[in-house]
């Protein structure tokens, strides 16, 4: 089993939860910090941040999302700058 990789922030920037899944971290970002609670990938880049993007609470499945998307972003970025071609 693998330690969960969505990290959860509330609205004061403080770290709250690890998900496994980005629908669960949509769900409690979404009712749990409204403001300005974000997810994260690892403890490093934001995925989505409410207020920002909208509000996960709005569709969690479109917030998911957006963070999966992101997350493919990121993880194709680091393939090229590791290995100087797309994946």
């Not at 959860?8 to 009712?31: R, W």
């Not at 995925?47 to 917030?63: K, P, Q």
Request: glycine share 12%; with cysteine; charged share 25%.
């Amino acid at each position: 089993m693998s330690s969960p990789k969505y990290k959860v922030y509330d609205n004061d920037g403080q770290y709250v939860a690890s998900c496994k899944h980005l629908e669960d971290a949509a769900i409690l970002v979404g009712i749990g910090y409204p403001d300005r609670g974000t997810v994260r990938l690892g403890h490093g880049r934001t995925l989505w941040t409410n207020g920002v993007d909208g509000n996960a609470s709005e569709s969690y499945d479109g917030a998911a999302q957006v963070m999966a998307d992101r997350e493919t972003k990121i993880n194709a970025a680091a393939f090229r700058a590791a290995y100087g071609k797309d994946a």
